[in-house]
């Protein structure tokens, strides 16, 4: 598509209840990031994927926290057993890597409220 | 790990004028983005600067590598450049990391 999606843009769950963040990113983008922001915060590296590998899993918070791509495009991240700390906007950006013009494309995130 | 402090941490403007903002890095970096954050909560990529001076429309950037600072510069503001903006560096990885934000306000 032209831009990044996510869904759903709202989720309220219940605390212990595990949930899945969607994000369909733009067409031909290699790269796949997530990242967390909590209220009034900057933001937090939580995955990078290139193709459908995860080079980089540092940032997931705990276990409870997973994610997965495939066909090189969509991506899913799910969050087990969620806890009150978990509230925050989950951020989904993707990039082709190199060149000049390289730079990330945000989408519009997905609010989670654990209650 | 590398540290992103960006300076001021908010700032206040009339409309029509222009401002500076800072961002240092503690180590040296392969890649470095500057991002605007609406008021909705949207993230937009302003300028991928690693080196070097860009310019678009009002907004123009600098990234001195060497020094280990880059400045974005806004001419003539206007109340929709209202929002935060994030520096964001990365050190060949492609694991960015944000600073803390500046917190711009144009008053009318």
């Known amino acids: 598509g032209a831009g990044v999606s996510q869904s759903p843009s709202n989720k309220v769950t219940e605390k212990g209840k595990d949930v899945e963040l969607r994000c369909d990113p733009i067409?031909?983008?290699?790269?796949l990031y997530w990242y967390r922001q909590s209220l009034g915060q900057g933001l937090e590296f939580l995955i990078y994927?290139?193709?459908?590998?995860?080079?980089?899993k540092s940032g997931l918070p705990s276990d409870r926290f997973s994610a997965e791509r495939t066909g090189g495009s969509v991506s899913t991240l799910t969050i087990q057993r969620t806890q009150q700390e978990d509230s925050a906007v989950y951020l989904c950006?993707?990039?082709?890597?190199?060149?000049?013009?390289?730079?990330?494309?945000f989408g519009s995130g997905t609010r989670l409220t654990v209650v | 790990g590398i540290q992103v402090e960006q300076s001021p941490p908010d700032l206040i403007l009339q409309e029509g004028a222009n401002s500076t903002l800072r961002c240092n890095f503690s180590?040296?970096?392969?890649?470095l983005q500057w991002f605007h954050q609406n008021p909705w909560g949207q993230l937009i990529n302003l300028f991928y600067?690693?080196?070097g001076t860009k310019q678009n429309g009002r907004l123009s950037a600098t990234t001195v590598a060497t020094e280990r600072y880059s400045l974005l510069y806004i001419s003539s503001s206007q109340t929709t450049d209202s929002g935060v903006y994030f520096c964001?560096?990365?050190?060949?990885?492609?694991?960015?990391?944000f600073g803390t934000g500046t917190r711009l306000k144009v008053l009318a």
């Open positions: 950006a993707s990039s082709s890597t190199g060149g000049a013009n390289y730079g990330y494309t």
């Open positions: 067409s031909g983008h290699t790269a």
């Open positions: 994927f290139q193709g459908n590998s995860a080079p980089d």
């Open positions: 180590d040296s970096v392969n890649n």
């Open positions: 600067i690693p080196s």
């Open positions: 964001a560096v990365d050190r060949g990885t492609y694991k960015y990391i």
